[in-house]
């Protein structure tokens, strides 16, 4: 049974992957910036005997073919880059790059597809049709890898049937999956605001505009826009992450900045928040006497699992995991460019736990302790080529 060959190499291959995922996360680069993981992948695929292309500067595409190649097509993804983040963890393969961490685990993510291409490759005589694999750049930053690779034509010649891509989830068990079928993942676009005056002694306010008070009131009234615009049955966030102005306690400054993040469910509701957001923020900063700059970047869209093909790919899970360690996922705020694909193919994103509480393997993505339990790797390279053999 191909299912069980398929557990039995992912056994075999799991300590040599682990030793991959370490040597990644301990060598993160940032978005766009991936050469050197770019040139360590290849090295892989090399070893293992798989021919690649180069897309998006840093990404590549590896093609397997099995028996009767034109049958079926189906692309398996992975992200390779790293976040602006001082790692804390206190393990041997602690990041060597300072600033910069592997803690959305897109590390693990690369060493599963390598090991699901190890697995494919030695299988192939045993199934049918021809696996994509896209080994992607710039997931964490506007405007994706995803884009980049979907224009130098990843998804061409011959075009996939479906895309599969998973994600590490430290909210989920050592051993389980999590599907979900439909609208999975936000879209997220980012927020820059420049307020500005002419700046002037803070004992004497009247003599100007005040950037500090109009910034921190504009905060306050850009939350209106959701709460007060928005139906309540659909998700939305606007958050502001970053306040920057003045450096004493004597000055109001000239300028102040402000950055943050909105996500929406809805596409439709997306781009009518845009336009109450700039209504708002310029009518209010005018208003108080300041001038305003605001630009509001187009980031990812929303991740949309293809209904039939995540049927699919569940019910595969359940043959392969056994149906007590699959689950449905919840709905995410969170935004992945994998929405890029899904608006161009079927595609089926979904998720593999890597918690373990009892080891102290508990901090979410984006976090300096971020880690995984690396038993997920076996589990999560035979997942994927278990589906690329089958879908």
Not at 272 to 290: D, N, P
Request: hydrophobic share 40%; with cysteine.
């Amino acid at each position: 049974m191909l299912d069980q060959k398929i557990k039995s190499l992912a056994k075999q291959y799991a300590p040599e992957l682990i030793q991959v995922r370490r040597y990644l996360h301990t060598h993160p680069e940032l978005s766009y910036q991936e050469y050197e993981t770019a040139k360590y992948v290849q090295s892989k695929l090399t070893e293992i005997g798989i021919a690649f292309e180069e897309k998006a500067n840093t990404g590549m595409l590896a093609v397997l073919k099995g028996k009767n190649p034109e049958s079926r097509v189906i692309a398996l993804r992975a992200d390779m880059d790293a976040l602006p983040i001082q790692e804390e963890n206190n393990v041997p393969y602690k990041s060597v790059n300072a600033g910069v961490m592997h803690a959305c685990g897109h590390d693990v993510h690369t060493t599963i597809l390598l090991g699901a291409a190890r697995i494919l490759n030695e299988t192939k005589d045993e199934w049918e049709g021809t696996i994509k694999l896209l080994f992607q750049p710039g997931e964490e930053r506007n405007p994706g890898g995803a884009s980049y690779m979907i224009r130098d034509g990843v998804l061409d010649n011959p075009r996939p049937t479906g895309i599969v891509g998973l994600h590490v989830h430290p909210g989920l068990d050592i051993g389980k999956l999590s599907f979900r079928k439909g609208r999975v993942m936000a879209s997220a676009d980012e927020i820059y605001i420049t307020i500005r005056s002419k700046g002037g002694h803070a004992a004497a306010p009247q003599l100007t505009a005040d950037t500090i008070l109009i910034a921190s009131t504009l905060i306050v009234s850009l939350q209106q826009i959701i709460s007060r615009n928005n139906t309540p049955t659909s998700p939305s966030v606007l958050s502001i992450c970053s306040f920057q102005g003045g450096n004493t306690t004597n000055v109001i400054p000239s300028e102040v900045k402000l950055m943050g993040t909105f996500r929406a469910m809805d596409e439709a509701w997306r781009f009518k928040a845009h336009e109450l957001i700039r209504k708002q923020a310029i009518g209010l900063v005018e208003s108080m006497g300041a001038e305003i700059d605001i630009h509001i970047d187009i980031g990812y869209p929303t991740v949309d699992n293809d209904p039939i093909l995540t049927d699919a790919a569940w019910k595969l899970a359940d043959d392969y995991m056994g149906k007590e360690n699959v689950s449905e996922t919840e709905l995410r705020m969170g935004a992945e460019d994998f929405g890029y694909y899904t608006q161009i193919v079927p595609g089926c994103f979904f998720r593999l736990g890597v918690r373990n509480e009892a080891e102290g393997i508990i901090h979410q993505v984006h976090t300096p302790k971020f880690d995984i339990d690396e038993n997920a790797i076996e589990i999560g390279a035979g997942m994927m080529a278990w589906l690329g053999a089958k879908l």
